[in-house]
């Protein structure tokens, strides 16, 4: 059933802060409801729960406009800006703190972080309104679901002349055409990382299917993983041949999660957060799945006698003579609905834009703004990254890539699928 | 004239009689606020619904729609299932680990409590005082020991060790290790305090009666401290029953996945799956309700026996 986005959808505490239910939901959460039970119990008779809007989620081949709504306009040209301070909600060092106190100096006001453990976490609280956040850090496969529960609002151009610095294929992405709600942030690929001191590039480059060389016994006790249930299942996948794994069958699914059982006797597999930046440099791995910003970052994580050289990236999706397909996505910037200083935002989201900042912010979190000037050699050139790291720069062309895929959300139930996988891949025998 | 002591308003101290309960509210509104109520969301989490847009869990306060399947799906993969297979292994660990807490944290509480004479507040500080760091840092230290060029394998290349193993490539005895070095401060504790009350006439007493030093600890010291042993067990098993960063940091595979680990996954990561998540805490919360009903009880009965 397709519901029109607003039919049957009052997002808890976005319209009506305090419906009666929200209000009892949240006594029981205090612990104030005891003595108020049985009314409790009275207004759960509605069953409905938070019907969803229609999810409009786009591909590079299938480029979608998120909706716009009537209650959920985007701020006037020309306001005067908002007295600070400017709160952020992103990641845990995810922005250059040196940067901080240049932005403050830029918009005239002071800066507050806050952070999130994951997406989830982010998305339920800005979901329940108790928090009003400025600015937001989504990644871009959470937009549509963003725009669709009425999380973020429509952006102003008019605020925005830096998003002329961005890759055309970003400035109007496949996910937010237009960029009606979102700019880019950062972008990335999820790859191959390896030492060549102590792998065989030969086993990894130039091979029909890289992602296979997590199943070559010669690295075993020696490699690792992300734990991280989306990008390892699709890795599965995409080493089995599969070519889009949000299209993956069940039966697709659980031949990806023999595979990653297999990889518990065959090479030991160890599942890690770190392993790519830290874990290669320690020598706990000599390879890791990695992602291209965690590849780049992993050169300050060198103990001082090591040999960063030897470090290698690869992304099976624009490797030679690779036929399998590889990952590629971006983080996006966005203003949270009950922004109270969308002003302020606005112009904050035109200073990350901007291209020094850009770099300046690259040259700490080490993910790569898609910024037109800031071009793989330009990077390498002026010893932002090191040039046999060139694999681990994104360029706008490989969102066009035919083997690029983008990861969409996943629905509950396709979830519950690939969790029941992640669950028999990492249980052990 | 009356006294009050008789009256039924005051008791035999002559308070009045509700006084004394009176000083347990602040502890049962406490209890309520901060257990009873969260526990109650964690089942109204695991027996409720998925928001299909946001996809995560949404809880269900009525118990009349509450929603089994996801439980019993639950104990079914515990019992002969995937589950299950890490659930065992959590089980057997937390015994290995609990094993070699008594062996290492025995003799060491035993010598701190009676040996030590007066320096042994001294040996409790120095017991105790690496552990006023983080768990986590001490855990992340771990790391640093036991990485392949860390000080460990650099101690036995001194030694002339060739061939050094990789102690983080996810063996059992390193994460049993790691379990007992985290939890074993909370197990001596305890177990100082109940060695340390032992009246020492008593041990003379069954020197005077002609026990020898083996017989007087397994007849005397041993079942008067072995409630300290139990109080100690109980402490340090409901955290390593939760536990899941040491498997984390110091293994990462599948191999010495815990259930805590588990928990973890569906709560943070496969957050559409939180009522899995809810429903394996609830489980696991009985469980471990249980052991500590074995330990009450057999505290009750020496209480008794103690009476008699």
């Known amino acids: 059933m397709v519901y029109h986005p607003r039919q049957n959808w009052t997002p808890a505490g976005r319209r009506r802060l305090y419906t009666r239910r929200d209000f009892l939901q949240r006594a029981a959460v205090l612990g104030i409801a005891v003595p108020v039970l049985p009314s409790l119990l009275a207004a759960c008779g509605d069953r409905g729960g938070s019907e969803g809007g229609e999810l409009v989620v786009g591909t590079p081949s299938n480029p979608v406009e998120q909706p716009l709504f009537d209650d959920n306009t985007a701020i006037e040209s020309g306001l005067e800006a908002e007295e600070g301070p400017l709160q952020l909600y992103n990641w845990a060092d995810y922005i250059n703190p040196d940067l901080i106190p240049v932005a403050e100096e830029a918009l005239g006001v002071g800066i507050e972080i806050a952070t999130f453990f994951n997406e989830e976490e982010a998305i339920s609280r800005l979901a329940s309104g108790e928090v009003a956040y400025d600015v937001w850090f989504p990644t871009s496969q959470r937009v549509a679901v963003a725009v669709a529960a009425g999380l973020i609002q429509p952006i102003n151009h008019d605020y925005l002349p830096n998003l002329a610095n961005v890759w055309p294929q970003l400035a109007d992405p496949y996910y937010d055409q237009g960029s009606r709600y979102t700019v880019p942030y950062v972008t990335y690929t999820t790859g191959v990382a390896w030492r060549n001191d102590m792998a065989d590039s030969a086993d990894i480059e130039g091979q029909e299917n890289p992602w296979d060389v997590f199943w070559n016994p010669k690295y075993a006790g020696q490699l690792g993983l992300y734990d991280s249930f989306t990008d390892t299942i699709a890795m599965a996948l995409f080493r089995n041949g599969v070519a889009d794994p949000s299209q993956a069958s069940e039966a697709d699914l659980e031949a990806a999660g023999d595979a990653l059982v297999e990889l518990i006797d065959l090479v030991d597999v160890r599942y890690t957060i770190d392993g790519a930046y830290v874990g290669i440099p320690e020598g706990r791995f000599a390879l890791h799945h990695a992602w291209s910003g965690d590849l780049v970052n992993s050169q300050y994580y060198w103990p001082e006698d090591g040999d960063y050289t030897v470090t290698r990236y690869l992304w099976p999706a624009s490797a030679e003579g690779s036929s399998v397909n590889g990952p590629i996505s971006n983080d996006t910037l966005a203003i949270p609905v009950n922004a109270q200083r969308p002003v302020l935002a606005h112009k904050f989201l035109d200073f990350m834009l901007d291209e020094n900042n850009a770099l300046e912010n690259f040259g700490w979190v080490g993910y790569q703004p898609p910024q037109i000037n800031l071009t793989p050699a330009y990077l390498i050139e002026n010893e932002w990254v090191a040039d046999f790291l060139e694999p681990a720069l994104v360029t706008p062309e490989d969102f066009e890539r035919d083997t690029a895929w983008v990861q969409g959300p996943l629905d509950a139930e396709t979830e519950a699928l690939w969790s029941d996988q992640w669950t028999r891949a990492n249980s052990g025998g | ?308």
Not at chain 2, 79 to 96: D, E, M, N, S
Not at chain 2, 115 to 124: E, F, Q, S, V, Y
Not at chain 2, 139 to 163: H, R
Not at chain 2, 236 to 263: A, H, K, Q
């Open chain 2, 1 to 308: 004239m009356p006294t009050n002591l008789q009256s039924a308003e005051y008791d035999t101290v002559g308070q009045k009689r509700w006084v004394w309960p009176g000083f347990a509210i602040p502890g049962v509104v406490w209890l309520s606020l901060l257990f009873l109520v969260p526990f109650y969301a964690i089942f109204a989490i695991a027996m409720g619904r998925i928001d299909p847009l946001l996809s995560r869990p949404v809880p269900e306060w009525n118990p009349f729609y509450w929603d089994p399947t996801v439980f019993a799906d639950v104990l079914a993969s515990l019992f002969g299932g995937q589950l299950g297979v890490v659930a065992l292994r959590t089980v057997g660990y937390v015994f290995v680990a609990c094993a070699l807490c008594v062996l290492i944290g025995y003799p060491v509480a035993y010598f701190v409590s009676r040996k030590a004479g007066r320096w042994r507040w001294i040996w409790l500080l120095l017991i105790l005082a690496p552990f006023w760091i983080n768990y986590l840092m001490r855990m992340m230290s771990w790391v640093n020991l036991l990485s392949p060029d860390g000080q460990v394998n650099q101690v036995l290349a001194a030694f002339g060790a060739t061939n050094l193993p990789d102690w983080l490539a996810g063996h059992h005895f390193v994460v049993i290790l790691g379990l007992v070095y985290g939890y074993i401060p909370f197990f001596i504790l305890p177990l100082f305090a109940a060695l340390d009350r032992i009246d020492d006439a008593t041990l003379e007493a069954a020197r005077d009666l002609g026990a020898n030093n083996a017989q007087t600890f397994w007849r005397v010291t041993w079942p008067l401290s072995r409630n300290g042993v139990l109080g100690g067990l109980v402490i340090v098993m409901l955290p390593m029953f939760g536990d899941y960063y040491t498997p984390n940091l110091l293994s990462g595979s599948p191999r010495t996945r815990m259930i805590g680990n588990t928990i973890d996954q569906f709560i943070n990561q496969t957050t559409s799956q939180g009522a899995v998540g809810a429903a394996l805490t609830i489980v696991l919360m009985f469980f471990v309700a249980g052991l500590m009903v074995y330990y009450l009880a057999s505290i009750n009965r020496a209480t008794e026996e103690a009476r008699r």
